[in-house]
């Protein structure tokens, strides 16, 4: 073993050590084998570690000074909107009324949980400028599964079978075509222009009497706002589709544009990115769903309802698409996305947009003469760069990456999307300072004088993290997914 | 506007606004058409400061009854359990919580190698050879695996049991529907799947067979049985599994397991109202490759160091796009690490000791409602749920038992209409000796 090597936890464990401490069985103990039928009782025991508690601190403090998050540095990873998470978030989510609360309870002993989602909800189709609401989907693709499930029990409710089409842009995330498929559909892609947005004589070219709906970010994943969209809106509807809007780039629009002013019929948000979630190393999120009123009755079942005072769950809901998910969402998520809107307010909102977008436009102008600017045009809180240039002297935008991580950065998002060779995609988000957006850019700077006169250094980057670049074929090729006792 | 989330000073906006070469930020949106700009601030609350908030907050948590100021007895698919403390210090360590997916393993090894301890416990835990990072619950994970069935065997038909938890069977009904798939439910008998129905609706159509085990009532399913029913039609046999229950009971995979699938709350996630908790998802070898979400793979660097990545990512639906079986990205990343904690810290011994804690738990509630004259429904072992049949309704029932602070078992009216008046009732091992006895007389008089 390298010095290096952190110890798996199975490694360290030694038969007889102990990390629990279980309540006393106070109650008469009955033969195990008198209230298990034979053949189901286990024989051995699972190989889970035999560790003290001291030990399992260690160990895991250990993991965490191998991982950065927001909060050991920048984090400018695009379309993910890794913003500062609230710590007042973390606390309330703690509460014993919220975290230890029974979701089958009767209603009338969780009042104060559903007010706080009715209110969610509430302050969430302000935002949207959608007639309502559900906060059941537990992420942001399961939010854009059950709106296209909507959109096609809304067609079927018309007698419409055969909308079978859901039009989506090339420069979409790649759950949008995931989902549509799951969802029953067969996706067509429609064209991006030269000027990166949506070309729309290849939109009125694709959509017909077959198409169920269009699917789109706003700004779009190249951090370009659809200039066309109300064109967009009136040829899909003319043709009698749905316009959904993928809300994973809401912090661009905040109080800036609303979806429904902007003709969409559904969208999805992901509370962890726009609204401090957190996003716990790839989740749980939280992807709730606005609707306009024509849709309202597919909603997933249950509704939540105010009659008078109370708040009750509506079952009763003939139209509806069923369930999406047990019981009522990732309510804990949505304990912290109410607490950050309510830290924010009206004006705190259209300030954290105002700022996200002025950061985003700040570095692209710090950068261009570094790196190729695709679009040269005022971007919303992200933007993309090129490295063509560093590629041709032989750095590709993976060795640019790499290299960040010895600046203790995380890098951006990168090769996607798909229609800009050597793709950066930056997102600073409104929390950093200018400080911190400055060091930032110096550091790509000298990454790219770097690959002019000192190219082996980024190509072989990075070069101190606690381990080098890893072998990923060897990983698919002969997969090791479990630890298995020698 | 100054608040402690924005850093930007008046100078800083000033400087930024002339490299860009703007006069104000208003002129960065003027690529918004005018007919969809809105105007002015949302309708929304205004914000409240730190202290305001969390009073209020506070205050408004009050107003629910929850599991540490009350006693409960309701299970029905999340369970209050032991915590052991230590999983809260670890989730509060902000290096986890505030990373997102670990897209660069160099600076993503702690997350990566604590998802591959996750993955290596389900296996043990399960019987099974592959375990994904995690879904988003039980349900879901349920219905991806009637959906991974599907396509496996390219048969569009499933049969469920309806001793399945009724939430999770609703998903998966949904999720059904989207992929064209049809979903029939096998009856139950004294409350456990009913083998030789079973026998008469199988045929080479059917994709899979799902089952609970404990089942929704508690008892435990005899998987041997069925499994030779279900492969004899070359279908795919999809456990749903309290992983708890495993520490004592017989893994599903040593039992002919497909597919294993279910929810890891019951260690150390907290009941948060239903969500999130975690669905853990885990299959034979000969499935790897169709699982869906994420893995972590163990491989290594440059100069042999053993390191971990995200790996197979062919099968996900940001490389497969429309090809993709699964839509999941997100999961429940951060909640696989709770559980994983609390799975270390109970370890080899304690997982077994916490299980049969919970089966001797039950067992003395159940015989002590029998004492006092209830009527058991479905007689048979189970695990740390069983049904009591009473003479009145069974919300009702709970209202009551609200007043003395006890939380009653599930109204298992709500999802069969003929077990009005049947109570399902859980009893882990945080409950004592004493408020089982004082439940079991709370319960006074509602016998049937």
Request: proline share 5%; glycine share 8%; net charge negative.
């Given at each position: ?486 | ?196 129905v079973l026998k008469d609706m199988i045929n080479d159509e059917i994709a899979a067979v799902i089952v609970q085990y404990p089942n929704f009532f508690g008892r435990i399913e005899p998987l041997k049985e069925l499994e030779e029913i279900i492969h004899a039609q070359k279908s795919l046999f999809v456990v749903s599994s309290n992983p708890l229950s495993l520490g004592a009971l017989t893994p599903p995979g040593k039992l002919g397991a497909d597919i294993v699938a279910g929810d890891a709350q019951p260690f150390g996630i907290p009941t948060a109202f239903g969500g999130p908790h975690c669905g853990y998802f885990a299959v034979t070898n000969k499935l790897m490759r169709k699982v869906p979400g994420r893995l972590v793979g163990q491989t290594v660097d440059e100069e042999g160091r053993r390191g971990f990545v995200l790996t197979l990512q062919a099968r996900e639906q940001h ?130």
């Amino acid at each position: 073993m390298h010095k290096d090597d952190q110890a798996l936890i199975f490694e360290i464990s030694k038969p007889g050590r102990i990390g629990y401490s279980l309540p006393e069985m106070d109650v008469p103990e009955i033969d195990i084998n008198e209230l298990i039928p034979a053949g189901y009782l286990r024989e051995e025991a699972p190989e889970l570690p035999e560790v003290s508690e001291l030990d399992i601190m260690r160990h895991y403090t250990a993991l965490s000074n191998r991982n950065h998050g927001v909060d050991s540095g920048f984090y400018p990873l695009g379309s993910c909107t890794m913003k500062y998470n609230p710590k007042i978030n973390e606390n309330v989510a703690r509460f014993p009324g919220f975290a230890h609360l029974h979701p089958l309870q009767d209603e009338s002993s969780v009042q104060g949980a559903l007010e706080l989602m009715y209110d969610l909800q509430e302050h969430l189709i302000e935002i949207t400028g959608m007639d309502q609401v559900t906060l059941q989907p537990a992420a942001g693709a399961h939010g854009e599964w059950t709106a296209l499930m909507m959109v096609r029990a809304f067609h079927e409710a018309n007698g419409d079978y055969n909308r079978t089409k859901v039009l989506i842009p090339d420069s979409a995330h790649g759950t949008n075509p995931a989902s549509a498929t799951v969802a029953g559909f067969e996706t067509i892609t429609v064209k991006s222009g030269e000027n990166g947005l949506v070309d729309l004589d290849d939109l009125r070219r694709v959509v017909g009497e077959d198409t169920a709906a269009l699917m789109l970010t706003n700004p779009n994943t190249l951090g370009l706002f659809e200039e066309d969209i109300l064109e967009m809106a009136e040829i899909v509807h003319a043709a009698g589709g749905k316009l959904y809007y993928d809300g994973a780039n809401l912090n661009a629009v905040m109080s800036k544009a609303r979806p429904g002013d902007m003709g969409f019929d559904l969208v999805h948000l992901n509370l962890h990115k726009t609204f401090t979630g957190p996003h716990g190393g790839g989740g749980p999120g939280s992807g709730p769903v606005g609707v306009k009123a024509d849709l309202i009755p597919f909603l997933p079942k249950p509704v939540l309802v105010k009659q008078g005072d109370q708040y009750e769950l509506d079952y009763d809901r003939p139209q509806s698409i069923g369930r999406v998910k047990p019981y009522y969402g990732n309510f804990g998520i949505n304990v912290r996305a109410y607490t950050y809107i309510r830290t924010m307010g009206p004006d705190g909102l259209k300030a954290v947009t105002e700022y996200a977008v002025l950061n985003a436009n700040y570095m692209m102008r710090r950068l261009q003469e570094s790196y190729d600017l695709p679009f040269d045009r005022h971007c919303k809180h992200e933007f993309v760069l090129s490295g063509k240039r560093q590629k041709k002297l032989g750095v590709r935008t993976l060795d640019i990456a790499k290299r960040l991580l010895d600046f203790g950065y995380h890098p951006p998002t990168i090769y996607f999307p798909l229609n800009v060779e050597e793709c950066i995609m930056i997102e600073p988000t409104e929390t950093e300072s200018k400080e911190t957006l400055d060091a930032f850019c110096d550091a790509m700077i000298q990454i790219a004088k770097e690959a002019e006169e000192n190219p082996e250094i980024v190509q072989e980057a990075p070069h101190n993290t606690v381990i080098g670049r890893l072998d990923e074929t060897l990983a698919a090729r002969k997969p090791v997914l479990r630890y298995q006792k020698q | 506007m100054k608040h402690r989330y924005l850093p930007m000073t008046e100078t800083d906006k000033k400087e930024m606004l002339e490299t860009i070469g703007v006069n104000s930020i208003d002129e960065l949106f003027s690529d918004i058409p005018e007919r969809v700009k809105f105007k002015g601030e949302y309708n929304i609350k205004p914000k409240k400061t730190e202290t305001a908030l969390m009073k209020e907050l506070t205050q408004l948590a009050q107003k629910n009854a929850d599991l540490r100021s009350h006693t409960s007895f309701l299970g029905a698919g999340v369970y209050d359990h032991y915590m052991p403390v230590i999983v809260d210090h670890v989730l509060s360590r902000s290096e986890f919580y505030t990373a997102y997916t670990p897209y660069q393993p160099e600076i993503s090894q702690g997350e990566l190698q604590a998802i591959f301890e996750f993955q290596s416990m389900i296996c043990e835990l399960t019987g099974m050879d592959v375990a994904n990072s995690s879904m988003y619950d039980g349900g879901t994970a349920l219905a991806e695996a009637a959906m991974l069935s599907a396509g496996q065997t390219r048969r569009k038909k499933v049969l469920i049991s309806s001793a399945v938890h009724p939430e999770a069977k609703e998903v998966v009904k949904t999720y059904a529907k989207g992929q064209y798939i049809e979903v029939i439910e096998i009856p139950h008998k004294d409350g456990i799947t009913d083998a030789a129905v079973l026998k008469d609706m199988i045929n080479d159509e059917i994709a899979a067979v799902i089952v609970q085990y404990p089942n929704f009532f508690g008892r435990i399913e005899p998987l041997k049985e069925l499994e030779e029913i279900i492969h004899a039609q070359k279908s795919l046999f999809v456990v749903s599994s309290n992983p708890l229950s495993l520490g004592a009971l017989t893994p599903p995979g040593k039992l002919g397991a497909d597919i294993v699938a279910g929810d890891a709350q019951p260690f150390g996630i907290p009941t948060a109202f239903g969500g999130p908790h975690c669905g853990y998802f885990a299959v034979t070898n000969k499935l790897m490759r169709k699982v869906p979400g994420r893995l972590v793979g163990q491989t290594v660097d440059e100069e042999g160091r053993r390191g971990f990545v995200l790996t197979l990512q062919a099968r996900e639906q940001h490389i497969r796009r429309d090809k993709a079986t699964s839509n999941i990205c997100s999961n429940q990343a951060l909640n696989a690490l709770a559980a994983s904690v609390a799975m270390t810290a109970l370890g080899k011994n304690g997982v077994k000791e916490m299980a049969i804690s919970n089966i001797q738990k039950a067992h003395y509630a159940k015989a002590a409602f029998k004492a006092k004259g209830f009527e058991i429904a479905f007689e048979g072992p189970t695990f740390n749920e069983f049904v009591v049949k009473l003479n009145a309704p069974v919300k009702e029932v709970n209202k009551k038992l609200l007043e003395k602070e006890i939380i009653g078992g599930y109204d298992l009216g709500r999802d069969y209409s003929d077990l009005k008046n049947h109570m399902l009732i859980a009893v882990t091992e945080l409950r004592t000796k004493e408020e089982i006895d004082t439940f079991v007389n709370e319960m006074g008089d509602y016998h049937a």
